[in-house]
């Protein structure tokens, strides 16, 4: 089983490398957490305690509105720190929306009092922190923009590209979700390709069938 440093060495080589005292006993109050699939990390109005980098596994942080319809915001991997987290503890603020893992998860979750203190005192977390922070924000931001400004035509296309397989294993409902849509509109236009040719639809699955006439589509809009 690997230890602790070993872990950081390799998930987050610059912590081990940069050599401060203040990220040494950063990395030693670090407390490894697994949390099985489909558990919920945080939920939306409760208070943030903790800075979470993860390891392994995927965290999908999401809204829900009061009729119950979901949209994901963005998913959080290996490697990377949770967004809504550090505004959090940067503002003070409570989360605004939920999140659970999609898999098994690893992190390490450092607590509010050694982040603040190494916040305060380290250059190399102070900039760790932030480049991450707006890295993601730059994300979540573009995300949002192409909920806003972009049809569910354009969307869905993309969505499909991205998961760079033949064969997608997702429910109209979950890619709803991730499109930030409803499920009756995801399947309208999910349909409408199926007519074109595009994909195959069979439960639980969308195969591509013609990925050129996808990828015409979201050039079309650009």
Same mark, same amino acid.
């Given at each position: 089983?690997?230890?602790?440093?070993?872990?950081?060495?390799?998930?987050?080589?610059?912590?081990?490398?940069? #050599?401060?005292?203040? /990220?040494d006993s950063?990395?030693?109050?670090?407390i490894?957490?697994?949390?099985?699939?489909?558990?919920?990390?945080?939920?939306s109005g409760?208070?943030?305690?903790?800075?979470?980098?993860?390891l392994?596994g995927?965290v999908?942080t999401?809204?829900?509105?009061? %009729? +119950?319809?979901?949209?994901?915001?963005?998913?959080?991997?290996? +490697?990377?720190s949770?967004?809504?987290? $550090?505004?959090?503890?940067?503002? #003070?603020?409570y989360?605004?929306a939920?999140?659970? $893992?999609?898999?098994? $998860?690893?992190?390490?979750? /450092?607590?509010?009092h050694?982040f603040?203190?190494?916040?305060?005192?380290?250059?190399f977390?102070?900039?760790?922190?932030?480049?991450?922070?707006?890295?993601?924000?730059s994300?979540? /931001? +573009?995300?949002? +923009?192409e909920?806003?400004?972009?049809?569910?035509?354009?969307?869905?296309a993309? !969505?499909?590209?991205?998961? %760079?397989?033949?064969?997608?294993?997702?429910?109209?409902?979950?890619?709803? /979700?991730?499109?930030g849509?409803?499920?009756?509109?995801?399947?309208? %236009?999910l349909k409408?390709f199926?007519?074109?040719?595009?994909?195959?639809l069979?439960?639980?699955?969308?195969?591509?069938?013609?990925? %050129?006439?996808?990828?015409?589509?979201?050039?079309?809009? !650009?």
């Amino acid at each position: 089983m690997l230890k602790h440093k070993d872990l950081w060495a390799m998930h987050f080589p610059e912590f081990i490398q940069c #050599g401060e005292s203040k /990220i040494d006993s950063l990395m030693e109050s670090a407390i490894l957490v697994n949390i099985p699939a489909g558990q919920q990390v945080f939920a939306s109005g409760s208070q943030c305690e903790n800075y979470l980098l993860l390891l392994k596994g995927s965290v999908k942080t999401q809204l829900l509105s009061e %009729n +119950g319809r979901e949209m994901l915001l963005y998913q959080v991997r290996p +490697g990377d720190s949770c967004v809504l987290t $550090t505004s959090c503890l940067l503002s #003070g603020d409570y989360y605004p929306a939920e999140a659970y $893992t999609e898999e098994d $998860t690893s992190a390490f979750v /450092i607590s509010s009092h050694a982040f603040y203190r190494c916040l305060e005192q380290s250059a190399f977390f102070r900039e760790f922190v932030f480049k991450n922070f707006a890295a993601r924000l730059s994300h979540v /931001i +573009g995300r949002l +923009g192409e909920v806003v400004f972009e049809g569910v035509d354009w969307r869905l296309a993309k !969505e499909l590209l991205s998961a %760079n397989a033949e064969v997608l294993k997702i429910t109209h409902q979950e890619m709803a /979700i991730k499109l930030g849509s409803a499920r009756e509109v995801v399947s309208r %236009n999910l349909k409408q390709f199926e007519e074109k040719g595009w994909v195959k639809l069979s439960r639980g699955r969308v195969t591509l069938l013609d990925k %050129n006439a996808l990828k015409r589509l979201t050039r079309s809009k !650009e």
